[in-house]
């Protein structure tokens, strides 16, 4: 007789933890005309439990040495390194052929890569020591902004995906991810990678559902300090920047992007979820430079 | 003994040392009776056809009639930007812009005197701000970034940075023409042109400005100067064809700029409020850092958005810092912003000083106590005291919001851990103060406050190179330094 397959139960990832949806809500995207599977539909609490747990994180994850925060990126690279078949096949199931599976795939494992390695240079490239006139040390660096939202590329379920949180948490964020609506496969698969990456439960929570639900609970939560957008949909575009404005979100919008070009690779991804900071002493006595403190 | 004969002992600066008054001169000032927009490289009428008056805030005085620009105004200005782009700014090289940028700074320099004045009669700073630290830095700033104009392709390696088009910039009443500078060099030194709107209050150092570019040559549109209120603001936000907002002003208005230009690709940087703490731990310099936080909130009456309005005294020193503060304050010369002996100078206007009038009123009623020191206030003009609360609370309204005036408010904390978390407790993010002698105690705070600028054993120091700007609801982007030219250019890698 043949035997009985288990089928997989596709969960969200919060604070390093796989709930069901609080919606207790699912959708069924196709593929060829078949269902994919029966996928989570977030809720507006579900983004809310989301950002608490990524800003319980993004502290500890920020104080991490950077060499640290490196070698953690380079395990998530080593463990779906490991993992391949089982995205090779997700990747399959939704549409793509074996050969297109096999690049993303290894375009996924080296972009982790490329990322790990700017983790500890990004600052010494691009912060500075400012030549001031007065009698003061200072100096410019990186922090990072905190909570980020990816709304990750449609198309691109996993090229796409990684290339958004990579740079993102390479520079000390925590984010909260919406998946591809119609391949959310990979990304609840890619969860499971993280989770078993010594990545901090909360570092990447990735949420699946959507669009059009959720956008604005990005857009408009308070706690939420950036949001990318990487689809091309003008309406969603218009919304997020108007939400946005509440508490000045820093909003990056990733248009009609071509994952698979290697000039999506560059450290200025890193940089534009960082916050500039300049500090300035003192230099010889305290408040040196003559009468004015 | 000795505790209790110091106790008697008062200073009373104010009554035993008067000083001279030690008048700057004004003879040398060429003020023009009414002030037309500046457009295409000329003075023209504004179609409005309406003027209004700017006064000066100490003497309530009218110093000269400024235009005030309507839509069609904006219009003919943004039009000669455009114009002067593409024809002319566009094609130059970083080389040559760059010299027609030194030269406006070596210009400024040379009429330092005369923009110091001006800026002092016309805002009401004290003028040995706006002589030793306005003016100067605005030079500095244009001499700064003329040097970038030939080299941004080693700012942004692998980049291609290419400028952006026309530039609407909107710039606040409290360094008129510093805010100016760190709007129009970095703008010019990227190869955009410019249309600015200078604040309604404080219009004349930017129209004087005008005529310097007429004589340094800039060539016609490259930088337009449309005055009035924030209506004409607004015609910039609006106009389709300006391609990057630059804003200085207050969190509430950047908020909706940021909502008129959310459907458009325009770029922005908003520079806004603050709310800084300015922290003192027990084992800080006690006298420096006294000096510091007068500095801090004192600085130009308070105008300054990163004024260190939210002192932190830890509590083992409460006691001698607040004595030592109260003294200090007494010392303090309130009076003609053009008097060399004047610490404070006048609110900026009647508008402002309404506001700060009812943020005092509003700390009272709250159940926070006053001190003022004793000072004797000009007749005329708008003047307010330096202030300082105690007895508030994280809550307190003068705690939470932006007062904009010298009034500061003053909490005290026992941990290193609790004073991190009450100083980043607000929207705000622009800039903090950490006085200590301890090198490892200072490290560990600045690089705890969640601000854009943070001051160790220093308070509100400036300079081109290095960049401002403020994290959270304090805006975005950063101007000064290398970081300054991202904000008018854009890459295709």
């Known amino acids: ?293 | 003994m000795a505790k209790k004969k110091a106790k008697e002992i008062e200073l009373d600066l104010s009554s035993n040392w008067d000083y001279a008054p030690s008048m700057e001169s004004t003879g040398h000032i060429q003020l023009k009776k009414k002030y037309d927009l500046f457009i295409g490289g000329k003075f023209v009428k504004p179609k409005s056809g309406v003027y209004f008056d700017t006064i000066n805030p100490a003497t309530e005085e009218v110093l000269a009639q400024v235009a005030e620009a309507n839509e069609a105004d904006v219009d003919a200005a943004v039009k000669a930007a455009r114009k002067a782009y593409d024809t002319v700014w566009s094609k130059l090289s970083g080389k040559e812009r760059g010299k027609y940028i030194y030269r406006i700074a070596r210009l400024i320099q040379e009429r330092a005197r005369e923009f110091s004045v001006i800026e002092s009669l016309d805002g009401g700073k004290t003028i040995r701000e706006s002589r030793d630290i306005d003016i100067p830095l605005a030079a500095a700033h244009f001499f700064y970034y003329a040097g970038w104009a030939d080299k941004l392709d080693y700012a942004f390696p692998n980049r291609n940075p290419q400028s952006i088009g026309v530039a609407g910039q909107i710039t606040p009443w409290n360094f008129p023409m510093l805010m100016i500078a760190w709007k129009i060099a970095p703008a010019l030194a990227t190869g955009n042109t410019v249309v600015l709107k200078p604040a309604e209050t404080t219009s004349l150092t930017a129209l004087k400005l005008a005529e310097l570019f007429q004589d340094a040559g800039l060539p016609d549109g490259v930088v337009n100067i449309v005055t009035g209120y924030g209506q004409t603001g607004s015609h910039i936000v609006n106009h389709p064809d300006v391609d990057k907002i630059a804003f200085t002003g207050s969190t509430g208005v950047g908020k909706l700029i940021m909502k008129s230009i959310a459907n458009t690709n325009k770029k922005s940087t908003m520079e806004l409020g603050g709310k800084a703490a300015n922290i003192i731990m027990e084992d800080a310099p006690l006298d420096q850092a006294v000096e510091g936080v007068i500095n801090g909130i004192f600085f130009n009456q308070g105008h300054v958005c990163c004024a260190g309005s939210r002192l932190f005294i830890q509590e083992s020193v409460y006691d001698i810092v607040m004595r030592k503060l109260k003294d200090r304050m007494q010392a303090l010369v309130v009076g003609n912003p053009l008097d060399k002996n004047t610490d404070i100078g006048a609110i900026n206007s009647k508008k402002q000083l309404d506001t700060i009038k009812k943020y005092i009123k509003i700390g009272k009623e709250e159940g926070a106590e006053i001190y003022q020191p004793n000072c004797t206030l000009p007749k005329k003009g708008y003047w307010i005291p330096p202030t300082l609360f105690t007895n508030v609370a994280q809550s307190s309204t003068i705690v939470k919001e932006e007062i904009f005036g010298p009034v500061l408010a003053i909490q005290t904390f026992r941990t290193v851990d609790e004073v991190i978390s009450k100083a980043n407790n607000t929207p705000y993010g622009l800039s903090a103060g950490v006085w200590s002698d301890k090198g490892s105690k200072v490290f560990n705070l600045t690089s705890q406050m969640r601000a854009g600028v943070v001051w160790g054993n220093t308070y509100n120091k400036f300079d081109p190179t290095s960049p401002f700007g403020g994290y959270k609801e304090s805006g975005h982007g950063r101007e000064g330094g290398l970081q300054g030219l991202e904000a008018y250019l854009k890459f295709n890698a």
């Open chain 1, 1 to 293: 007789m043949k035997r009985i397959e288990i089928l997989k139960t596709y969960k969200i990832y919060i604070g390093g933890a796989f709930p069901r949806t609080e919606s207790g809500r699912y959708y069924q995207p196709l593929a060829n005309k078949k269902p994919l599977g029966n996928i989570c539909l977030s809720s507006r609490k579900d983004v809310r439990n989301a950002v608490v747990a990524a800003r319980g994180a993004q502290t500890g994850w920020a104080e991490k040495s950077a060499y640290n925060r490196s070698q953690i990126l380079y395990r998530i690279a080593e463990i779906l390194e490991g993992r391949r078949s089982q995205f090779q096949s997700e990747l399959e199931l939704q549409g793509i052929t074996k050969v297109t599976a096999e690049k993303e795939i290894d375009a996924s494992i080296d972009r982790l890569i490329y990322y790990a390695g700017w983790c500890d240079k990004y600052t010494q490239v691009f912060g500075s020591i400012n030549p001031v006139a007065s009698s003061h040390f200072n100096f410019s660096t990186y922090e990072p902004t905190g909570v980020v939202g990816i709304i990750a590329s449609e198309e691109s379920s996993l090229l796409g995906l990684i290339s958004m949180i990579a740079p993102v948490i390479a520079g000390g964020n925590t984010c909260v991810v919406l998946a591809s609506e119609s391949k959310p496969l990979c990304a609840v698969t890619f969860s499971e990678v993280l989770a078993t990456s010594d990545v901090p439960g909360g570092v990447v929570n990735i949420l699946t559902g959507n669009t059009k639900e959720l956008l604005e609970h990005f857009a408009s939560h308070m706690d939420v300090n950036a949001v990318v957008y990487c689809r091309n949909n003008k309406d969603e575009i218009n919304q997020l920047r108007l939400l946005a404005v509440d508490n000045l979100k820093r909003i990056t919008i990733k248009d009609n992007v071509n994952w698979d070009d290697e000039k999506v690779e560059n450290p200025y991804e890193i940089l534009n979820f960082m916050e500039v900071k300049t500090t300035w002493h003192p230099i010889e006595s305290i408040s040196a430079a003559g009468s004015g403190y």
